[in-house]
């Protein structure tokens, strides 16, 4: 059952990716990511066919990894400081946005940016 909604939530991304190539509003980067992640824990054959795949292998590059992280932190933070100066009228609630856009951002920069990372970009 578990297998099933990996393999199904992973084709919908790849399918949300594949949209994305065609509309600029959509990023196909981190729905291509998603779909190899979903793919890799429930059916090795497609995780290959996505990795290794004539499209979609431009995607899983140490530089689209980066830019999937870029366009993530700009997402974030336009929906947090939207949050903090039209939404959220308590002083505590404001910190604590900030503060968790703070930790997100300390984190994305790990994990996208760092020296050592080969979550993403490990040869296949």
Not at 54 to 73: C, D, P, Q, V
Not at 90 to 111: D, H, R, S, V
Request: net charge positive.
């Amino acid at each position: 059952m578990i297998r099933l909604l990996l393999i199904s939530g992973g084709t919908i991304s790849l399918v949300l990716g594949f949209i994305g190539i065609f509309l600029p509003v959509l990023p196909t980067t981190p729905f291509v990511l998603l779909s190899a992640g979903l793919f890799l824990r429930s059916s090795p054959a497609l995780y290959s066919k996505v990795v290794t795949g004539r499209i979609t292998a431009k995607y899983m590059t140490r530089e689209s990894g980066r830019r999937a992280g870029f366009s993530a932190l700009i997402i974030m933070w336009s929906m947090i400081l939207l949050t903090v100066f039209f939404a959220a009228d308590k002083p505590w609630i404001k910190i604590l946005l900030l503060a968790a856009g703070i930790t997100g951002t300390a984190f994305k920069l790990w994990y996208f940016f760092g020296k050592n990372n080969k979550q993403i970009t490990e040869k296949h």
